[in-house]
C-alpha cells in the first residue's frame, strides 16, 4: 500500500511539502548504522494508521526484523483501527498496539517479549558462526509526533527520551538502554520528501506531524471539519452544536464563534481565533476516540 494510493479518496488543492534537513541528514545516518541494528520499531499513530506510516520504511530498513507498533491506542477509534491492524498483519508485518496516555503496559511487554523473540534467532545465527551472544539493537523510527519519545520513556521505566507537543522535538540519532538485553537507537521524525497523498498530508497537519506553519491554520481546520463531519458527524454536534456545514463555513465559524467565545469587540466573530480552536480541539482529544484514516 503506497502513499499514493486513494485509500482516504481526498484530492486536495494544495499540495503540502516539507523536508527539513535533519531529516535528509538522519536517513543519511541510519544508513550507515544499519549494519549494527538487529530489530527495527516502526512507530505509527493508531489515530492515522494509513498516513502515519512513512512511505519509503522498505528502501531505508531494507531486510531487518520489523514490528510495527501502533502508540496512542486509547485515543483511536478502535473498531477502525482494528481493520488496519488485520490488513497489516495480513502483510506479514507483527503488530502491538501500546496505549501511552494510560498506565496500561501490556503493550510495551508484547513489544518486549516480541523482541527477545526475534533475538533468539539472531544469536542462534551468531552461535552458528562462532560468536558470543549480545544484547538486542534496536532501532525506532517513525513520522513526527507519532509518540517515540513517550513509547521510548515507557520501555525504559524512567525519563530517557525528551517528549515535545511539535514535530521536530529530537534532532539526533542517540542510544538508550532500555534493560540488559535490549539497546534502542533513538532517531528524529522522517516524513518523505514531497507528500503526494494530499489527504494523508491533511491528517499528519491536523494531528501535529507536521508543523502548522507550513499550511494556513484556516485550511487545516476547514479540513477537519471536513472529516468530522464526514466520519464523526455526531461529534461535530456534540462539540460544536453543527448539524451541517454551510458551503462557504461563514455559518459554521459563526456558531462555533458563538459557542465558544470566540467573538471580538461588537459581537463580531473572529475567524482565526475559531480556526485555532478547532485545531487544538483536535489535537487535544475533545473530540473523543478518532481515527482519520479508512480502508478502501
Not at 58 to 64: A, H, Q, T, V
Not at 131 to 149: C, D, E
Not at 204 to 215: P, Q, V
Request: glycine fraction near 8%; include cysteine.
Amino acid at each position: 500500500m503506497s502513499k499514493t494510493d486513494n485509500v482516504n479518496g481526498y484530492e486536495g488543492k494544495k499540495t503540502i511539502n516539507w523536508y527539513p534537513g535533519h531529516m535528509a541528514k538522519t536517513k543519511r545516518e541510519i544508513a550507515e548504522k544499519l549494519n549494527l541494528i538487529d530489530v527495527v520499531y516502526e512507530v505509527i499513530d493508531s489515530r492515522m494508521p494509513y498516513s502515519s506510516k512513512i512511505v519509503d520504511i522498505e528502501d531505508l530498513i531494507k531486510d531487518k526484523p520489523r514490528i510495527l507498533v501502533m502508540t496512542k491506542y486509547d485515543l483511536c477509534d478502535e473498531e477502525e483501527t482494528n481493520k488496519f491492524v488485520k490488513y497489516y498483519e495480513e502483510q506479514g508485518y507483527k503488530v502491538v498496539t501500546v496505549d501511552l496516555m494510560s498506565n496500561n503496559n501490556n503493550g510495551v511487554k508484547k513489544i518486549i517479549d516480541a523482541t527477545n523473540e526475534l533475538m533468539k534467532e539472531v544469536n542462534k545465527k551468531r552461535e552458528e558462526k562462532g560468536m558470543m551472544p549480545r544484547a538486542g539493537r534496536v532501532l525506532i523510527v517513525g513520522i513526527p509526533n507519532a509518540g517515540k519519545s513517550t513509547l521510548i520513556n515507557r520501555l525504559v521505566g524512567r525519563k530517557a527520551a525528551g517528549v515535545g507537543n511539535t514535530p521536530g522535538f529530537t534532532k539526533s540519532l542517540s542510544w538508550i538502554r532500555i534493560n540488559k538485553d535490549l539497546e534502542l537507537l533513538d532517531s528524529p521524525g522522517i516524513l518523505w520528501p514531497k507528500l503526494e497523498d494530499q489527504e494523508a498530508a491533511h491528517v499528519l497537519a491536523s494531528l501535529s506531524s507536521i508543523k502548522e506553519e507550513i499550511l494556513n491554520i484556516d485550511d487545516i481546520a476547514i479540513f477537519i471539519l471536513k472529516k468530522m463531519y464526514e466520519l464523526y458527524p455526531e461529534k461535530l454536534e456534540e462539540r460544536y452544536g453543527i448539524t451541517e456545514l454551510d458551503e462557504d463555513f461563514i455559518e459554521t465559524y459563526d456558531l462555533i464563534a458563538s459557542r465558544r467565545g470566540a467573538l471580538s469587540r461588537g459581537g463580531v466573530a473572529d475567524y482565526e481565533k475559531v480556526s485555532g480552536i478547532i485545531v487544538k480541539d483536535l489535537k487535544n482529544g475533545y473530540f473523543g476516540k478518532i481515527t482519520l484514516d479508512r480502508l478502501k
